[in-house]
C-alpha cells in the first residue's frame, strides 16, 4: 500500500483547521457557513484518521530513540511490537478515507427489482427480495417509498420501483445491482423439486433537477385511463401518464396514484434518475478503460448471488462469499454483513489500483 507522506498528513490538519477557524467567523454569511460546514463534515473524518496515524508515528519516533538507554529498553522494545502492529490498520484506515468518493455515494437511490426467469416463482422471489431491502432500510434508518409496482396473481411483484432515502443510501445499495437467484421447492410443486428462479435488481442514484435538464420538446407525454388496481376513480380518469424521452427512447409510466398530476411527478423523477445513470455509466466508462471493478460494476445482466433455501445459505458469487443465514439476510439486519464485505472489497481492490497505478 502507498505510503501517505508526513507532510500530506500535516496539509489534512492544516485544511481542517483552516476550516474550523473560517466557520467560527462572526461576519460569515449564511450561504457560506454552509458551504464550509459542507466542507468540514467531509474533511473532519480524513482529519481524524490522519491524526491517529501521526500520533503512532511519533510515539514510534520516541520510543526508537529510548532504546539507547539499556533501562528503558525492554519496556520501548515491547511497546514498539504493539505500536507497529496498530500502525498499517491505521494507514489503511486513511488511505480508504482518501481513496476518491464516488459523488453520488450520499444521495437517495431509485430501487428496480423485476422478476426474471422462473414465471410465478420468480415474481414470488422478486416479492422476497423488495421486503428484504424494506427492512433493511428500516434498519438503517433509511425511508422507503413505493413509485409503481406490478403485483403478480399469486403474490409478489412482477415489477416494483422505489425510492430510498436516507443517510448514505447509494454507498451502500449501489452493489446489488445484478441478477439474483433462487435456488428453492415452490409451495406448488407437489413432487418435491428443486426449482431454480431469478429476478434482476437496478439500483440508481437518484438525480436532483440540476444533474439533468430536461427540455420539454423532448418528451411525449401520453395520459390515458389507468388498467390496474387502485379503485373506482382510477378505472373511470385518464390518470395513467406515459412518458417517452425522445433523445433516448426511454419510456416511463406511471399509474398508481389517482392523481395524473402526481403520476407525471413520479414518471418525471424516474426518468432523471435513469437519464442521469446513462450519463454516469458513460463516464465511468470513459475513465476506465479496459478495466472494470469486479465489485462495482454494476452489470444488471451478471449473476451475483444464489440464495439457496434447502441449504439455508446465501452465496455471493463477486467475492465467493457464503453465509449460512439466510432466514437473518431474508429478514433485512442480516443483508448489512454482506454488504459491509462488499464495501470492504471495493475499497481493497480501489487500493490495490492505485498502488499499481
Known amino acids: 500500500m502507498t505510503r501517505i ?72 522494545e515491547d511497546e514498539i511490537a504493539a505500536l507497529e502492529r496498530q500502525l498499517p490498520d491505521a494507514e489503511r484506515a486513511l488511505a480508504v478515507r482518501l481513496l476518491p468518493r464516488d459523488a453520488a455515494d450520499e444521495r437517495p437511490a431509485m430501487l428496480e427489482i423485476r422478476a426474471g426467469t422462473g414465471g410465478d416463482e420468480a415474481a414470488l422471489f422478486a416479492g422476497d427480495l423488495f421486503r428484504m431491502y424494506q427492512r433493511y432500510a428500516e434498519a438503517q434508518g433509511w425511508r422507503v417509498e413505493t413509485m409503481s409496482a406490478s403485483a403478480s396473481d399469486v403474490g409478489g411483484f412482477k415489477e416494483v420501483v422505489a425510492s430510498v432515502t436516507g443517510q448514505g443510501v447509494f454507498a451502500k445499495m449501489k452493489f446489488e445491482s445484478g441478477v439474483h437467484r433462487v435456488q428453492r421447492v415452490p409451495a406448488t410443486e407437489s413432487g418435491g423439486r428443486i426449482h431454480t428462479s431469478a429476478a434482476t435488481v437496478a439500483v440508481l442514484p437518484e438525480a436532483e433537477d440540476v444533474d439533468v435538464q430536461i427540455d420539454d420538446k423532448d418528451l411525449r407525454i401520453d395520459v390515458y385511463r389507468s388498467s390496474g388496481p387502485g379503485g373506482q376513480s382510477v378505472n373511470t380518469t385518464d390518470s395513467a401518464v406515459r412518458i417517452t424521452h425522445l433523445p433516448s427512447g426511454l419510456v416511463v409510466i406511471q399509474q398508481d396514484e389517482k392523481s395524473q398530476h402526481k403520476n407525471k411527478a413520479k414518471a418525471l423523477k424516474v426518468l432523471r434518475t435513469r437519464l442521469y445513470e446513462m450519463e454516469r455509466e458513460r463516464l465511468a466508462s470513459e475513465r476506465a478503460g479496459a478495466r472494470k471493478s469486479m465489485v462495482g460494476s454494476g452489470d444488471r445482466s451478471e449473476r451475483i448471488r444464489t440464495y439457496n433455501f434447502p441449504q439455508g445459505r446465501v452465496t455471493d458469487h463477486r467475492i465467493n462469499l457464503t453465509l449460512h443465514r439466510l432466514p437473518e439476510i431474508l429478514e433485512g439486519p442480516g443483508l448489512d454483513e454482506l454488504v459491509s464485505a462488499l464495501v470492504a472489497e471495493d475499497q481493497a481492490q480501489r487500493l490495490a489500483s492505485l498502488d499499481d497505478a
Open 5 to 76: 507522506s508526513d507532510d500530506r498528513i500535516a496539509a489534512i490538519e492544516a485544511r481542517r483547521d483552516e476550516l474550523q477557524n473560517a466557520m467560527a467567523s462572526p461576519a460569515l454569511a449564511p450561504d457560506e457557513f454552509v458551504r464550509l460546514s459542507k466542507d468540514y463534515a467531509e474533511i473532519e473524518p480524513v482529519a481524524a484518521a490522519a491524526r491517529e496515524v501521526r500520533r503512532i508515528r511519533a510515539e514510534l519516533a520516541v520510543l526508537r530513540e529510548m532504546i539507547a538507554d539499556p533501562e528503558m529498553k525492554e519496556m520501548a
